[in-house]
């Protein structure tokens, strides 16, 4: 799975639950196919960050 991070735009590769990015520590972490899909399936939802969508 590839996840990006939201606050610094740090791209990782990781399997399972990710909370917070390797580089800087922060939680707004996204499965890159989730950040890539948001636009057409979850138009109402990038406020969600810490809503344990992941
Ligand atoms: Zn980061």
């Known amino acids: 799975m590839t996840y990006f ?3 610094c735009g740090f791209v ?3 399997t399972g639950d990710i909370r917070e990015c390797p580089y800087c ?3 707004r972490i996204r499965t ?3 950040a ?3 636009q057409l399936d979850y138009p109402g939802t ?3 960050d ?3 969508i992941y």
Request: net charge negative; with cysteine.
């Open 12 to 14: 990782f590769c990781r």
């Open 50 to 52: 810490e809503s344990g």
């Open 25 to 27: 520590g922060e939680k």
């Open 36 to 38: 890539e899909g948001e």
């Open 46 to 48: 990038e406020t969600g």
């Open 5 to 7: 991070c939201e606050d």
């Open 32 to 34: 890159a196919a989730e």
